[in-house]
């Protein structure tokens, strides 16, 4: 492999060797590679020695005047973007015969004045371009040293923005894709239609990337062709299914295709291993984990950095996936699946505790779909009310919006785990998990925006339509929600939706001082419901749908705040004119 960075060096799965998967290669870099490869345990190089860092790649000029030794060559995989961070990314592609390997890239499409060359001569070709601005749009081609073999206007991509920063984020999600076909490509071509000039930012597959097994005539037919002209533009962050094979021998399957960030380069906390790991872009935190092939004992090397990693970031949300989803009554049942179980055991309660926000998972050809979740660690019979932090719909044309606290990963404030297992097969179940609201045999992908504290997920099937969504806010005014059978709680609001006046119920376990607000999604006051002492029992106030000076409530998403004793408790409004 033609390995400017060394991303390869890192472990392919758990348990597996660290080295090198290099092809012949020859001059300088054969050199480099060679020193790397030998010493890659670091025990002949100084202490602290990065070896598993970036090789520093060649800036040389045209070969001009010279015969061209790789005429006839063509691309035949790519290229394909990986490990993006806001000021580089990974560029691989394959040629049809060895060759060396340059990338050119510019900021205007026709203008690609800077470049970056190796001489390692080999067909698989890894380069990471570096020096790079945030959130930018830049050109690109690949090609040898004597000229360019792919590079139209369509080699194009957009660096991510700050680490922090609020910017609007898409992500396009499928699972279980790789089975080359016609659901394949109306899945496909359903989610170019929707986002059109947008595009994605992201690009996640949740495993079975490839079938039956992984091969890489599999993984070219499933998805490197298919998916060209996404894989061309849109990072592809994967995790691995068990379709997934693992073979021995160079550039043949998941872990030679693709370059993964096992050193934190992308954000996070470094997990040594390809297998799982973590990211960041702009106000997201993602953690893919690996239920496959890893340890998924609580003591486990993967369970535990995932508690480190959760621990480290501070980003506003944290989106998990992997293959084996801990909730699922389609063509895979998580109270019997041995995986499945493992999932929800061990790494779930951490998420809770931890205070992820969404859970993405495939495996189940099918699409479901949960309601805010916490603390359902058992079979699909223990579910009781003290886990449904809210077990609306979650969108914003029937219940409203999910709300979380500020500020975010505050512990057991709730996760929506989703099924999207069904970007290029149906497979059919009962499909009636209990903490589902929707459960769908169709197929289809998930659209992923995320905007500063709103956060939408829309179930785009293959005929394009929105067959499912919901939303989540982070709002200054939230709460996580009580147990009812502890005492505080808020019973009901009703009608929902409202055309006027609403009539707000709750629990009080005690006497004492209770205040009731209305808020905009915001966190602004907007109306004093009620401010004084009441009695222990349920209560009931009425709120007439205006504001502070008497003027009419405009339609839209509000939030009743109801406090006693320091505490506080929220319930959605939604008003309809």
């Known amino acids: 492999m033609n390995r400017v960075p060394a991303f390869r060096g890192a472990a392919r799965g758990p348990g597996q060797p660290v080295l090198p998967r290099v092809s012949p290669a020859i001059g300088l870099v054969l050199a480099v590679v060679v020193v790397c490869a030998t010493?890659?345990?670091?025990?002949?190089?100084?202490?602290?020695?990065?070896?598993?860092?970036?090789?520093p790649a060649q800036i040389v000029g045209e070969s001009e005047g010279s015969p061209n030794p790789f005429a006839g060559a063509t691309v035949t995989r790519g290229p394909y973007l990986q490990c993006a961070t806001p000021t580089s990314i990974v560029i691989r592609w394959r040629t049809s015969i060895p060759t060396d390997a340059r990338v050119r890239w510019g900021r205007t499409a026709g203008r690609l004045d800077v470049r970056v060359s190796s001489v390692a001569v080999t067909?698989?070709?890894?380069?990471?371009?570096?020096?790079?601005?945030?959130?930018?749009?830049?050109?690109?081609?690949?090609?040898?040293?004597?000229?360019?073999?792919?590079?139209d206007p369509t080699c194009a991509f957009v660096t991510p923005p700050p680490v922090g920063s609020a910017q609007p984020v898409r992500a396009w999600i499928i699972g279980d894709s790789g089975e080359a076909g016609p659901i394949q490509g109306s899945v496909r071509d359903a989610f170019l239609a929707y986002t059109g000039s947008r595009g994605a930012d992201l690009f996640l597959m949740l495993g079975d990337n490839a079938y039956g097994e992984g091969s890489d005539s599999e993984y070219q037919a499933g998805v490197f062709v298919p998916y060209a002209l996404p894989l061309r533009q849109w990072t592809l962050w994967p995790t691995r299914g068990n379709h997934d094979g693992v073979y021995s021998g160079a550039n043949n399957d998941y872990y030679d295709f693709f370059s993964l960030p096992a050193h934190a380069e992308a954000g996070g906390v470094p997990s040594g291993t390809e297998a799982y790991y973590s990211y960041d872009y702009a106000n997201v935190h993602f953690v893919c984990l690996d239920s496959e092939g890893s340890d998924k004992s609580p003591g486990g090397a993967m369970v535990t950095w995932l508690r480190a990693d959760l621990s480290a970031t501070s980003q506003q949300w944290v989106i998990a996936y992997w293959h084996h989803p801990p909730y699922s009554k389609g063509s895979h049942d998580s109270d019997t699946e041995s995986d499945l179980i493992a999932m929800r055991q061990n790494v779930v309660p951490?998420?809770?505790?931890?205070?992820a926000d969404l859970v993405l998972c495939g495996h189940s050809h099918s699409y479901e779909r949960s309601f805010l979740l916490r603390w359902h660690y058992g079979l699909s019979t223990t579910l009781t009310s003290s886990m449904k932090v809210d077990s609306s719909d979650g969108r914003r044309n029937g219940n409203g919006p999910y709300v979380k606290p500020v500020p975010p990963r505050t512990p057991s404030a709730g996760i929506v785990y989703t099924v999207a297992g069904s970007s290029s097969k149906t497979g059919g179940?009962?499909?009636?998990?209990?903490?589902?609201?929707s459960s769908q045999d169709v197929p289809g992908s998930l659209v992923l925006d995320v905007n500063g504290s709103v956060l939408d997920v829309r179930f785009l099937n293959s005929a394009g339509v929105v067959a499912d969504s919901f939303t989540v806010v982070k709002a200054g005014v939230a709460s996580v929600p009580a147990d009812p059978a502890r005492g505080f709680s808020i019973v009901g609001i009703s009608p929902r939706p409202s055309h006027g006046p609403v009539e707000l119920s709750y629990r009080?376990?005690?006497?004492?001082?209770?205040?009731?607000?209305?808020?905009d999604a915001e966190g602004r006051r907007i109306a004093k419901v009620a401010d004084g002492d009441e009695p222990a029992g349920e209560r009931r106030v009425r709120w007439d749908a205006r504001d502070a000076a008497g003027s009419p409530i405009v339609a839209g998403?509000?939030?009743a705040?109801?406090?006693?004793?320091g505490e506080r408790r929220v319930a959605r409004v939604v008003l309809t004119r």
């Open 39 to 55: 010493h890659r345990d670091g025990s002949a190089l100084p202490p602290g020695f990065p070896t598993e860092r970036p090789l």
């Open 123 to 151: 067909t698989e070709h890894e380069i990471i371009v570096t020096g790079l601005d945030p959130g930018t749009r830049y050109w690109y081609s690949v090609g040898t040293g004597f000229g360019q073999l792919a590079g």
């Open 350 to 355: 951490i998420l809770d505790a931890l205070g």
């Open 429 to 437: 179940g009962s499909l009636n998990h209990p903490v589902m609201v």
């Open 508 to 519: 009080l376990p005690y006497p004492g001082r209770v205040k009731v607000a209305i808020y």
């Open 557 to 559: 998403v509000y939030f």
């Open 561 to 565: 705040v109801v406090e006693l004793a």
